[in-house]
């Protein structure tokens, strides 16, 4: 587990703070969100195993307990937003989570997701992730689409949005006009104004996720935090690049990959896409590439377009 001798906490709205999880050393690429309220605390994603050393100094810096926390509510279980998850609520008793009734099967046996991230990331399964431990099934609640979530004072609504994962989900707190948005609503560092569509395997579906845009874009809300990474108010505008980006990375998927099924043509594609919207020499694509890697989009995009019998 990486040290981290500092907290990175910041107010985004009244009782919401972002916390840095200074993913690798690097700031602003994976976040979580503290709730605080009603003399309790939750948590909006937990990031990775390996970051729980910046997830415990940012709680402490928000005077925060684990005996506060009740409860954790992810957005899916990919593991830069889930994966401490488990090994979190096996050293204090006090958390339930909440999670898309496909996620929680995974949350109570990680073991298949385990096996399929080690044949991606083989032996920097411990480095990127750190560990990883079951969850007691009676404490993980599945989430209802549309049903409101009561914690830390407030009213938390999750809506079903998959395309990135299909058991993707999306809190919003009509309070403060919040809409947490884990991937469905792109990648994005501060700085930036290109939205980056994230398209992993195994479960990408573009259909799905065009659906997923005009749900969020339907609640009409003032904010969208993102989980890479941070608050944006440009929501209209942000909202309206997902689609576009991602039938663009879709179209390079058709151009550049290897007859073979070879992804690194279209791995390099995808990065030169990227830099041609923000910059060649952009600081920021060290963190977009942490947060949503080339080779795994074009990993996703072979899969995809396999699936449509596009490429063989
Ligand atoms: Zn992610």
Redesign the pocket.
């Known amino acids: 587990m990486t040290t981290i001798s500092r907290a990175l906490v910041r107010e985004v709205a009244p009782g919401i703070s972002q916390i840095d999880l200074q993913f690798q050393g690097l700031e602003q690429v994976i976040a979580a969100y503290l709730l605080q309220g009603n003399g309790e605390a939750a948590l909006i994603e937990v990031g990775p195993s390996s970051t729980r050393g910046a997830l415990d100094a940012g709680l402490a810096a928000a005077g925060v307990s684990w005996n506060d926390m009740a409860r954790l509510l992810v957005t899916h279980i990919?593991l830069?937003?889930a994966g401490a998850a488990g090994p979190i609520m096996r050293a204090h008793p006090r958390p339930r989570i909440s999670v898309h009734p496909i996620g929680a099967p995974h949350l109570a046996n990680p073991d298949k997701l385990i096996a399929s991230a080690t044949r991606i990331y083989g032996d920097q399964m411990e480095s990127l992730w750190g560990d990883f431990a079951p969850i007691d099934p009676a404490r993980i609640d599945e989430v209802e689409d549309g049903v409101a979530i009561d914690i830390a004072g407030r009213e938390l609504i999750p809506y079903f949005t998959p395309g990135h994962a299909s058991h993707h989900v999306a809190y919003l707190d009509r309070a403060s006009g919040m809409l947490f948005t884990g991937?469905v609503a792109g990648v994005r560092i501060p700085g930036m104004a290109y939205v980056c569509p994230?398209t992993p395997p195994p479960d990408l579906d573009p259909e799905a996720w065009a659906e997923s845009v005009r749900t969020m874009q339907a609640l009409d809300v003032q904010h969208l935090a993102l989980?890479?990474f941070g608050v944006f108010d440009d929501v209209k505008e942000h909202l309206a690049q997902i689609l576009p980006n991602l039938d663009d990375f879709i179209g390079q998927g058709r151009s550049s990959l290897g007859p073979d099924g070879d992804t690194s043509d279209l791995t390099d594609a995808l990065q030169r896409l990227e830099k041609s919207q923000i910059g060649a020499e952009s600081p920021l694509f060290a963190q977009l590439e942490l947060?949503t890697p080339a080779y795994m989009a074009a990993l996703g995009l072979k899969r995809l377009l396999k699936k449509r019998g596009e490429v063989g």
């Open positions: 990919h830069d937003h991937d994230p989980t890479h947060a």
